[in-house]
C-alpha cells in the first residue's frame, strides 16, 4: 500500500527583507509588518541586502530605488541572475513613480511596484498576497516532489519480487532481452544460471510454510551476496532463482553459482539445525540463440543436475 502524500511542514514565520537607505523607513515598514508577524531582515542598500540574502533567505523583499553603492534596479537584476535568489519575489517601493520606471521595474523581474509615500493599508494587502502565493508555490513543489518519490517507489515495486526483494520474474525477462542485444551488439558473454531448492515441497511439509519462506528470503540473500554489481538476481517462480551474468564466461558463472550452492549447503536454519541444498543449471548465449532457447538450455541442465543426485550445478 503507498501511503498518502506527507503534508507540508507547518509553515514558519515568513521573512521580509526591507531595503532602503533611510533608517526611518525602515523602522516604520518593519513595525507596520512585525505587526502583522512577518519577520524582518534589513539592510542599507542594494549591495548589502545581495550579501545577505543566502544567509537570511527571505521570503520576499521590500527594495528602495534609490539608494547608495548599488540601486534597486540593479540589486533586482543581480538577484534573478542568481539560481539561489531568483525565486524571491521584489516588490519595489520608490518615490520614483514615472511610467517608465515602473516598465523597467517589471521587466527586470519585479513582482510588485508600490509608490511612495505609500497607504499602509494597502502595502499590507499587496504584501500578504504575494506571500500567498509564495506559500502556494512551495506547496506545489513539495507535493510535486512527494509524486516523484511516490512514483519512484512504485517502479521499484513493479520490478521487484514481494517476499525475496529480489527482481520479479517480469523484470528479469525484460533484462535478459536487454543484456543479451547488448551481448550480441559487442560479442560479449552472458551466462544465465537457474538454481532451484531440493526438496522444497519436503521442507515444506514438514517444517511449515511459513518456515519455507523464511529459507526463500535467506537464500535470496545468500544470492544476492555472492554477485558482482550489474548481474541481475531474480526469483523466476516458487522456489526457482535466475542469475543473469552479464559479460560473464560459462566458467566465470560455474564459479559463481557453485559458490552459492556452497554457501547454502553450509548454511543451517533454526534450532534443529535444518538444511537445505539447491541445484543448478548453467547455459551461455550462443550465436543465434534467442533468450528463451537460452533459458530452455540452462533450463535442461538444471534437470539434468536434479537427476544426477541434486545439490550440484551443471553447465
Ligand atoms: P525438486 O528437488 O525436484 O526441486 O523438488 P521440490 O520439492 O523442490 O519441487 P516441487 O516442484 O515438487 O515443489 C516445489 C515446492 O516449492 C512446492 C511449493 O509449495 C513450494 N513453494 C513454491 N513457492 C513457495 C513459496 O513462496 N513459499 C514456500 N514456503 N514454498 C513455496
Ligand atoms: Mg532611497
Ligand atoms: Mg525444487
Ligand atoms: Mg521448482
Given at each position: 500500500m503507498i501511503e498518502t502524500l506527507t503534508p507540508i511542514q507547518e509553515q514558519e514565520e515568513m521573512a521580509i527583507m526591507i531595503v532602503?537607505?533611510?533608517p526611518a523607513n525602515i523602522q516604520f515598514l518593519g513595525k507596520l509588518l512585525k505587526e502583522e508577524g512577518f519577520k524582518i531582515a534589513p539592510a542599507s542598500n542594494g549591495k548589502k541586502a545581495l550579501e545577505m540574502i543566502p544567509r537570511v533567505k527571505p521570503d520576499l523583499v521590500l527594495m528602495d530605488v534609490m539608494m547608495p553603492e548599488m540601486d534597486g534596479f540593479e540589486a533586482c537584476r543581480l538577484m534573478k541572475e542568481s539560481v539561489e535568489m531568483k525565486d524571491i519575489p521584489v516588490i519595489f517601493l520608490s518615490a520614483r513613480t514615472e511610467t517608465e520606471d515602473v516598465i523597467k521595474g517589471f521587466k527586470l523581474g519585479a513582482a510588485d511596484y508600490i509608490q511612495k509615500p505609500f497607504n499602509a493599508e494597502?502595502?499590507?494587502?499587496r504584501v500578504r498576497n504575494?506571500?500567498?502565493l509564495v506559500r502556494n508555490r512551495r506547496?506545489?513543489?513539495?507535493?510535486?516532489?512527494?509524486?516523484?518519490?511516490?512514483?519512484?517507489l512504485l517502479q521499484q515495486l513493479a520490478i521487484t519480487d514481494g517476499l525475496t526483494g529480489l527482481y520479479n520474474h517480469s523484470h528479469c525477462m525484460d533484462r535478459l532481452q536487454h543484456e543479451a542485444a547488448n551481448a550480441r551488439r559487442y560479442d560479449n558473454p552472458l551466462t544465465v544460471a537457474m538454481l532451484d531448492?531440493?526438496?522444497?515441497?519436503e521442507l515444506n511439509d514438514t517444517h511449515g510454510h511459513p518456515f519455507g519462506d523464511t529459507v526463500l528470503v535467506d537464500v535470496a540473500e545468500i544470492i544476492r551476496s555472492g554477485i558482482r554489481e550489474g548481474d541481475v538476481p531474480g526469483r523466476y517462480g516458487g522456489e526457482e532463482f535466475i542469475l543473469i551474468l552479464p559479460n560473464t564466461s560459462l566458467e566465470g558463472g560455474l564459479v559463481i553459482a557453485e559458490r552459492i550452492r556452497s554457501k547454502i549447503e553450509s548454511h543451517t536454519w533454526g534450532k534443529q539445525g535444518v538444511k537445505v541444498t539447491i541445484s543448478?543449471?548453467?547455459n551461455s548465449l550462443q550465436n543465434g540463440e534467442s533468450t528463451s532457447q537460452l533459458v530452455q538450455v540452462a533450463d535442461d541442465n538444471l534437470y539434468r543436475a536434479k537427476?544426477?543426485?541434486r545439490n550440484r550445478i551443471m553447465p
Open positions: 532602503d537607505d533611510v494597502e502595502l499590507l494587502v504575494h506571500i500567498e506547496l506545489i513543489i513539495h507535493y510535486m516532489d512527494e509524486l516523484g518519490k511516490q512514483n519512484a531448492l531440493d526438496y522444497f515441497k543448478g543449471g548453467l537427476e544426477a543426485g
